[in-house]
C-alpha cells in the first residue's frame, strides 16, 4: 500500500503511542491516525489539563501529520450518539466508530468497542498489533518492531502470552 490509510483511532491508541515513544509505527504502517473531538478532548485537552506529558506528543504527532483531527458531521454526531447509548461506549469510541469507513479499519483497544466494531462490519486493530503491519509493509523490520511492541505492551499492562504471540507473526513477517 503506497499511500496512506486514514484509520479513526480511539484515544487509548493514541495514548499509548505517546506513552511508549512509538508514533513512529504510524507511517510505517502507512496510516494517518484520525481523532474525532471526543477522542482529541481525551487524549490532548484533559491530559494537558492533568499535567499528562503524553498530551504534547500527541500534538508533535499532530503537527507531524501523523494525527488528523476530524469534526463530525451531524449524521456522524447522531450516529456516535446511537452507538453510545446502543452500545454502552463512551463518546470517544462511539465517535471513532461513527466516522469508520464501511468495512474499514479502527483502531480500538477496548473490549467491548472492538466487539462492538466487528458487530458494525469494521475492522478493529488493536495498536499492539501495529508492529506486525509495520512488518507487512516492509517498513520496519524484525528487531526494531519487536521493540516497539515491548514498550508498548509495557504501558498497555499486557500479559506475555500475547507479546510471544504478536513477536511471532513478526519472526513469520507479519504473515498467518
Excluded at 462492538?116 to 516492509?138: C, K
Aim: charged fraction near 25%; charge should be negative; hydrophobic fraction near 45%.
Amino acid at each position: 500500500m503506497s499511500q496512506e490509510e486514514d484509520v479513526p483511532t480511539d484515544a487509548t491508541t493514541l495514548i499509548y503511542l505517546a506513552k511508549a515513544h512509538a508514533f513512529e509505527l504510524v507511517p510505517a504502517c502507512a496510516m494517518r491516525l484520525i481523532a474525532t473531538p471526543g477522542v482529541w478532548r481525551e487524549a490532548v485537552e484533559d491530559g494537558e489539563t492533568a499535567g499528562y506529558p503524553d498530551a504534547a506528543l500527541i500534538r508533535g504527532a499532530e503537527t507531524a501529520g501523523q494525527v488528523v483531527r476530524a469534526a463530525l458531521s451531524r449524521s456522524e454526531a447522531l450516529e456516535a450518539s446511537s452507538i453510545a447509548s446502543t452500545h454502552r461506549l463512551g463518546q470517544g469510541e462511539s465517535e471513532t466508530l461513527a466516522i469508520a469507513s464501511p468495512n474499514g479499519r479502527v483502531l480500538v483497544d477496548d473490549g467491548r468497542a472492538t466487539r462492538v466494531a466487528m458487530a458494525l462490519g469494521y475492522q478493529p486493530v488493536s495498536t499492539l498489533f501495529l508492529p506486525v503491519l509495520a512488518v507487512r509493509r516492509r517498513r520496519l523490520e524484525g528487531r526494531a518492531a519487536k521493540a516497539v511492541l515491548r514498550r508498548l505492551a509495557q504501558v498497555a499492562h499486557v500479559r506475555a502470552e500475547a507479546v510471544i504471540e504478536l513477536e511471532r507473526l513478526i519472526d513469520d513477517g507479519g504473515t498467518q
